[in-house]
């Protein structure tokens, strides 16, 4: 939570330098009231801090170009590291940034220390992002998460060449973004067409911004080159998502665009003359307000009112009460972690290779078995094949004289639920014992449908 208002305290800060007073208020208003920046910010995630690391980053950089300062530029070198070794999406806005870095080098000519130094920390964080690459990028893909990952919850987020339209994967995309970032469609639609003004009206401004006309030896950046700041990440973010390489779409993967998103649309915003004067905030806090408590995001997701521990805990309470000791308990990697944590009261989850399609772990006076984790949930499609698999496994581990298996489903990654569920009546799971809306125990069989 800290690092997401740093982000937010440190746009509104370069934002000032770069542009006006209102153009960053406004940004600080729709970064710190953005409903999934404020989910974000509450998870034990990367991305609060690496969204600081690039608004540091932003704010040293151009800090230095205006004050011709070595010491300033090596500040945001050090904060761009730091988002490089924070989450792979910094590598998109190291590629962004450095072309907007390279705009001003060549329109201010500072000294050469100033650029020497850029230059150098430029090399840095090539090799940083080669030896990362390396290390951990190729070693992912060796072991096939990053496939399993893109045939699951992300699919929607990667172009699926050959069976959907670039053009149309480029529309879809760009509206989920604005939909994740404001968590409202409506709301989500008017930011995204403010964003795309505020673009052209850089790129169609000249010099800059007309709130703070721009003066002979001022060493602002241009409106232009705001511009290309804001658009270049989407572009890039969108490419990487054509070629199969990061998802672009409603997930929190994207979170950081919110960098330049906001700002963009602040800057539109500021633009906007209305008399009277309370008017203008008027309507920014009602949209915010809708965003946050009419909260309608794409994709998958659980209603406050739903994510209650309570309901966590009574699950817990009925499987101590029901379940015959020796039982086994079946969950797939998602419900793992839940059960693990509230039932088991320890890991029951494959972390390391090797990997196999099911591993049993004890659970106190219980057995669990749980599922490959590249795989993330149960499928409709692949259930039946997983259970003869399970069978097996059971055999092979000497676990199958006479237990009771018991399936614990607790999350929101399902695919096509329904079809699932009734699927899984034909295990013998007709009537599941639930605890609220996502979460469901009950018993099954191994025996062919």
């Keep these: 939570m800290i690092a997401g208002t740093a982000a ?39 991305y609060g801090l690496v969204m600081a690391f690039m608004a540091a980053t932003l704010y040293f950089l151009d800090r230095a ?62 090799a940083l992002a080669a030896f990362f690459w390396k290390t951990h990028i190729t070693l992912i893909r060796r072991v096939g998460m990053v496939q399993h990952v893109a045939e699951s919850y992300l699919r929607g987020s990667l172009f699926q060449r050959g069976q959907e339209n670039a053009i149309g994967f480029v529309l879809k995309s760009n509206i989920r973004v604005f939909r994740f970032l ?26 800059a911004l007309e709130c703070r006309p721009y003066t002979a030896g001022d060493r602002r950046a241009t409106s232009r080159q705001l511009g290309l700041l804001f658009l270049l990440p989407f572009v890039v973010n969108c490419a990487a998502a054509l070629a199969d390489i990061y998802p672009y779409g409603g997930s929190r993967h994207n979170s950081y665009l919110a960098i330049f998103a906001m700002p963009a649309i602040a800057t539109a915003l500021a633009r906007w003359k209305l008399r009277p004067i ?12 809708i965003c946050n408590f009419f909260v309608s995001p794409a ?25 015959p000791p020796q039982s086994i308990i079946l969950a797939d990697y998602e419900s793992g972690l839940l059960a693990g944590y509230y039932i088991c009261h320890k890991n029951i989850v494959q972390t390391a290779p090797p990997f196999q399609l099911f591993m049993p772990s004890p659970c106190g006076e219980y057995e669990s ?70 979460i469901f125990v009950c018993r099954i069989s191994l025996n062919e449908p």
């Excluded at 746009?11 to 153009?23: E, F, G, I, Q, T």
Aim: some cysteine.
């Design 369 to 438: 078995v749980t599922l490959l984790p590249p795989l993330w949930v149960f499928r409709a499609t692949t259930f039946p094949d997983q259970m003869r698999e399970l069978q097996r496994t059971l055999v092979h581990y000497q676990l199958d004289q006479g237990r009771q298996i018991w399936l614990f489903e607790a999350g929101y990654i399902v695919d096509k639920e329904p079809e699932f569920r009734a699927l899984l009546a034909q295990y013998g799971c007709g009537k599941p014992q639930e605890f609220g809306p996502n």
């Design 278 to 289: 309370w008017i203008k905030p008027a309507v920014i806090i009602t949209a915010l307000g």
């Design 65 to 126: 170009l205006m004050q011709d300062s070595p010491a300033l530029m090596l500040a945001s070198i050090l904060s761009l590291y730091l988002a490089l070794m924070t989450h792979y999406c910094a590598l998109i806005f190291a590629l962004s940034v450095g072309c907007y870095a390279l705009l001003r080098l060549a329109s201010l000519r500072p000294r050469s220390s100033v650029a020497s130094l850029w230059v150098v920390g430029q090399i840095g964080g090539i």
């Design 299 to 323: 994709g998958a997701y659980i209603p406050a009112k739903h994510q209650k521990r309570a309901f966590m805990h009574a699950a817990a309470d009925w499987v101590g009460a029901s379940l």
């Design 8 to 46: 937010g305290w440190l746009v509104y800060a370069w934002l000032r330098r770069v542009a006006d007073d209102s153009a960053a208020l406004i940004a600080l208003s729709l970064l710190l009231f953005s409903p999934a920046l404020i989910y974000l910010s509450f998870e034990v995630r990367q």
């Design 182 to 207: 404001f968590s409202q469609g409506a709301i989500a639609i008017v930011g995204m067409l403010l964003f795309v003004l505020a673009v052209v009206l850089l790129f169609r401004s000249g010099a």
